[in-house]
């Protein structure tokens, strides 16, 4: 027995310090991995990755720590400390429930699972796939038996990302959303198309740099506590917010939305971490409280704000003096009617505001399926095939363009792609409640104002970090738990108006 420590919360925070440092430090390796390091050093850039995140998590077991949290658990404390004793508490009691051998038995089947989803893809070859997935589908159930659940093995899984949360809450959201986007989409599809042209051609690299450099800036995003580099997936990453909070993006000289839009996504993430209370930082507070939240804050800015009218008609005059002999005699409406044309296609990352929740809500239903044991990894292929033509009415012509598009699966993460939804979910509450606040939302928009977005934002949201649960600072910015009326509402009333089916009145 040790004896009582008499300051647990002193060394407690000293503890939370080291391991967000080494974070901090496993974050700047990832982040140079994929942004600037050589190829040779792949290998070796491994066994510093390893090596790091082996102290970390001798550091996050030792029996001390233990003994500091059941100390502190015990005392007298802030809001504050006792919800840096709980992230300990809970980061902690996952680590040690789950034996390490699993831990390296999953490690390596992630990397596995990766790497033959790299080479079945593009040969369309499930069955060369199937054994990977399967052997991970095992260990995260297995998984889920060591962290526990009362309901299903799903839940366990969900709560890494979206702590709180259950299975049970998830299906609430996702089923009134799933019929109501089909019937939406069903208007759509009714209604005449959206005309696109004003986007074909070619657009320079250069200019369209430059041009969401811009938007950041105007944002409030804060390049002396961060950069924009290129990587070929967009990403946000910190070490040790909200000082230094990073993101990427990638450039399509044919794709005039596609830097653009994951510049502002990126940038809604990084304005959430880089508003973070300092005096969180290097702690486990200083930490989106979930990931959906995460996934709220860059929705919010990417759809809508960065795909609502006001936003354009402020920036669509200096787009065109950007593009002058592309866009120059162009006209902003078409240019906001062509980003938000709806159809449903295969591929969920290229998917439009209307049909992406689709693309998630199939997959959280197949997944959940996989864990619980109700579907076969082999039936996998013919049950996400069904699920597309039931909900977005299209078949997927192979597998590589259907079931085995996403990377998630293949390394592992199972309970993950809610997340995605959450956050629109979530960003169609906060928008809501931040109109209602501001009732001359779009004037100012469309003025050039964003800094009130950011405000608002970093009153009711940013500044909490992890302080409180995702569901209380939701009910405390918008008066309820998460709810998906409001998106559903958002949806009827911006793609009513653009397809011309509304029965209420626009929001422009
Ligand atoms: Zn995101």
Same mark, same amino acid.
């Given at each position: ?29 990832? !982040? ?17 990755? $390893? ?80 054994? %990977? ?62 005309? &696109? *042209? ?32 290129? *990587? &070929? ?14 993101? &990427? ?20 993430? %990084? ?26 804050? *860059? ?12 936003? !354009? ?34 591929? =969920? ?8 929740? /689709? ?8 997944? =959940? ?14 049950? !996400? ?9 299209? &078949? ?33 509450? /906060? ?37 409180? *649960? ?13 709810? $998906? ?24």
């Amino acid at each position: 027995m040790t004896p009582p420590d008499p300051a647990p919360l002193a060394d407690l925070t000293e503890t939370a310090h080291t391991l967000s440092d080494i974070s901090a430090a496993l974050a700047v390796l990832g !982040w140079d991995q994929e942004v600037m390091m050589p190829p040779r050093a792949g290998e070796v850039r491994a066994h510093h990755l $390893a090596t790091l995140a082996g102290i970390y998590h001798e550091k996050l077991t030792a029996p001390r720590v233990g003994d500091l949290l059941l100390a502190a658990e015990d005392a007298p404390l802030s809001d504050t400390d006792r919800a840096l004793v709980r992230e300990l508490r809970r980061e902690r009691d996952r680590a040690v429930k789950v034996p390490p051998a699993l831990v390296r038995e999953l490690a390596e089947a992630q990397a596995r699972g990766v790497e033959t989803w790299r080479r079945a893809r593009p040969a369309n070859d499930f069955a060369a796939f199937a054994p %990977a997935l399967e052997h991970l589908v095992r260990l995260n159930r297995q998984i889920a038996e060591h962290v526990g659940y009362t309901d299903t093995p799903y839940d366990a899984l969900l709560d890494e990302y979206e702590p709180g949360m259950t299975a049970r809450d998830v299906t609430a959201l996702f089923e009134p959303l799933r019929d109501e986007t089909i019937a939406v989409l069903r208007r759509i599809q009714a209604s005449p198309p959206v005309d &696109t *042209s004003i986007l074909d051609g070619e657009w320079d690299e250069a200019r369209q740099w430059d041009f969401g450099l811009r938007v950041l800036r105007d944002m409030g995003y804060d390049f002396d506590a961060g950069r924009q580099d290129r *990587s &070929t997936h967009p990403f946000t990453t910190s070490f040790g917010p909200p000082f230094d909070v990073r993101i &990427t993006t990638r450039v399509e000289p044919r794709l005039l939305t596609s830097a653009l839009f994951s510049s502002i996504h990126e940038g809604g993430h %990084a304005l959430y971490e880089l508003g973070f209370d300092p005096a969180l930082a290097r702690t486990p507070l200083a930490n989106a409280s979930s990931l959906g939240m995460h996934e709220s804050q *860059s929705r919010l800015w990417e759809n809508f704000v960065g795909r609502g009218r006001p936003f !354009w008609q402020r920036y669509f005059p200096i787009l065109a003096a950007t593009f002058p002999e592309r866009l120059g005699a162009g006209d902003g409406e078409r240019f906001y009617r062509a980003i938000n044309h709806v159809a449903p296609s295969l591929i =969920r990352i290229e998917a439009d505001e209307v049909t992406y929740n /689709l693309h998630i809500i199939l997959r959280y239903e197949l997944e =959940r399926a996989l864990i619980e044991g109700d579907l076969a990894v082999a039936d996998l292929p013919a049950a !996400w095939n069904e699920k597309m033509r039931a909900y977005l009415g299209i &078949t997927p012509p192979n597998d590589a363009d259907g079931v085995m598009q996403d990377i998630h699966w293949s390394s592992g993460a199972i309970g993950y792609f809610p997340t995605y939804t959450l956050g629109n979910l979530m960003a169609a509450q /906060l928008y809501a409640a931040l109109r209602e606040r501001h009732p001359d939302f779009d004037a100012r928009v469309a003025r050039g104002d964003l800094r009130f977005i950011l405000d608002w934002l970093r009153e009711h949201v940013h500044c909490l970090g992890r302080t409180f *649960s995702t569901a209380a600072i939701m009910e405390q910015a918008t008066g309820h738990a998460p709810d $998906a009326r409001y998106f559903s509402r958002y949806l009827t009333d911006k793609f009513g108006a653009i397809y011309g089916f509304s029965d209420r009145p626009t929001l422009a």
